[in-house]
């Protein structure tokens, strides 16, 4: 259980929109030591401007978390600045739909790159530091939280690429839980699977690299970016609601954090598809007007 957050530092990537910055706000209220990292500099400008005002004591970094010795940097800068962190929000994150196989190489490089081996890498540079630290001290206490989705639970469709990083970010992090109950009892982790909420996820392709940028989208893309900025923007629960759970889990202990309880009865029709060996249930079963329109745009 871990009570006490004032002091201790919080590593966040993607920290310059959406649930980084939130968990970042809710940590500069706690008076924590905050390293904020993202790919959009004027984002990330106006996020450590913002902490700063506020007192907390920032490091501030531009990367791209798909690059692994851009994260390796991070964690040394991190280390040099703060010491070990106690906590670590692997949190950035990038959106895409389509037909599966409309998904170019490019498509898949950048998605994969963000959404899974920048957690791996997040896991990778700040784990053992993290061990470290808690084998000098018998008071410290780690937890590190992935950001998954509802999508690393299910799988919608039109949304197959989105939906194949976020399983594995699911997968990840039950190991991770697993595999550090097996060397420590002072750090633990967690995976944040959201539904629909209000951030800037739908709108990723801002900040797609130059030397991974798709050629002009498909239809079926338009449609899922459409379709996503939609049930992005009608979200009712805030993204600064969701970091107070973030926080309110590790407090507890809590591994899966979910913004929508209520959706995971659709996990559970999926869970069930599994063990009786079904073909997959019709995932606009609760809304078939909405699968109507779907198959009506993609074959006319």
């Not at 591994?255 to 069930?272: D, L, N």
Request: include cysteine; glycine fraction near 10%; aromatic fraction near 6%.
């Amino acid at each position: 259980m871990i009570t006490n957050f004032a002091g201790k530092t919080a590593v966040l990537t993607g920290a310059g929109s959406g649930f980084g910055l939130e968990c970042a706000r809710v940590g500069a209220r706690l008076g924590m030591q905050l390293v904020l990292a993202d790919v959009q500099q004027d984002a990330l400008d106006k996020a450590v401007a913002e902490m700063q005002a506020v007192g907390a004591s920032v490091l501030g970094m531009r990367l791209d978390v798909s690059k692994a010795e851009q994260v390796e940097g991070l964690g040394a800068a991190t280390m040099q600045r703060f010491g070990a962190p106690h906590f670590v929000f692997n949190n950035a994150g990038v959106g895409a739909g389509g037909l599966i196989w409309e998904n170019t190489g490019a498509d898949w490089e950048w998605v994969i790159g963000v959404n899974l081996m920048g957690v791996a890498h997040g896991i990778r540079v700040f784990t053992p530091m993290m061990l470290e630290a808690a084998a000098k001290d018998p008071a410290y206490q780690g937890h590190i939280v992935n950001t998954a989705s509802m999508a690393g639970l299910l799988n919608a469709p039109n949304m197959g690429i989105y939906g194949a990083s976020k399983h594995a970010v699911v997968s990840m992090s039950e190991t991770l839980y697993q595999d550090l109950a097996l060397v420590t009892d002072q750090i633990s982790a967690s995976v944040l699977c959201p539904f629909f909420v209000p951030t800037g996820i739908s709108q990723s392709h801002r900040n797609r690299p130059q030397d991974l940028q798709s050629s002009k989208p498909t239809r079926s893309q338009l449609i899922g970016q459409a379709m996503s900025d939609k049930a992005v923007g009608s979200g009712k629960i805030t993204a600064a609601e969701v970091a107070q759970k973030v926080f309110d889990a590790i407090a507890a202990n809590q591994f899966y954090i979910y913004s929508h309880p209520k959706a995971i009865g659709s996990v559970q029709t999926r869970m069930e598809d599994v063990l009786q060996a079904r073909n997959p249930t019709d995932p606009f079963a609760h809304k078939p007007e909405l699968g109507v329109e779907l198959r009506k745009a993609l074959r006319s």
